[in-house]
């Protein structure tokens, strides 16, 4: 049986999914910097895991926000 914790956490991600699969994603092109740092790479999105971890989550922030509309 699922307490209020989980209930809430369930929600929460049905919300967070939903305003996800209503925005477009665009591929991120490879430039040769990072783009969560800027930090030149040889190669990839992201410097690390954690700068594509940080970019990601941002990214999700955003999403949820809503937009200004004036």
Do not use: V, W
């Amino acid at each position: 049986m699922a307490d209020e914790a989980d209930i809430a956490s369930e929600s929460e991600q049905l919300r967070t999914d939903a305003a996800l699969s209503g925005r477009e994603r665009h591929a991120l092109p490879e430039t040769r910097h990072c783009h969560n740092c800027d930090e030149i790479i040889i190669a990839g999105l992201f410097c690390d895991a954690d700068c594509r971890d940080d970019y990601e989550k941002r990214e999700r922030f955003s999403a949820m926000r809503p937009r200004n509309s004036e």
